[in-house]
């Protein structure tokens, strides 16, 4: 089971399984006990990120833009010639396997009623047939 949360959100560790940080930037002030692993590389860069916030992209096209980010090659993978995406694709499928197997919780710092949030294009994405 895949399913998000605000990380203000109060915790329940039965329900919420293994609780995975989907952002670039921890914040001050965010207790480690909120949350189990942080995996930066699935949140959206800093770029985007103040774009989407500053209202210079829609809402369409931040998550598009989130979407191809996710996806992008980067110099090291010039080096490889059958690994490319820094083993991005491989997180994802590994997020996907878990969630197959147990409870898994994507987290971010939106709050828990906003519904233009990253967490839930990645959730979509991951438990779509792409990943």
């Not at 994802?92 to 828990?112: D, F, I, N, P, S």
Request: glycine share 8%; aromatic share 6%.
């Amino acid at each position: 089971m895949l399913k998000t949360k605000s990380v203000w959100t109060p915790l329940n560790h039965k329900t919420d399984g293994l609780r995975i940080l989907v952002t670039r930037i921890r914040g001050r002030g965010l207790p480690a006990s909120r949350y189990d692993v942080w995996m930066a590389n699935l949140g959206p860069s800093e770029r985007l990120l103040r774009s989407g916030q500053g209202g210079k992209v829609s809402w369409a096209q931040f998550a598009r833009h989130y979407r191809t980010e996710l996806f992008l090659d980067g110099p090291i993978d010039k080096r490889n010639r059958t690994i490319k995406n820094h083993g991005q694709k491989f997180t994802l499928r590994l997020v996907k396997q878990l969630a197959r197997r147990g409870r898994v919780t994507l987290m971010c710092h939106c709050a828990e009623d906003q519904r233009q949030c990253h967490r839930h294009v990645l959730r979509k994405l991951i438990l779509s047939n792409r990943v």
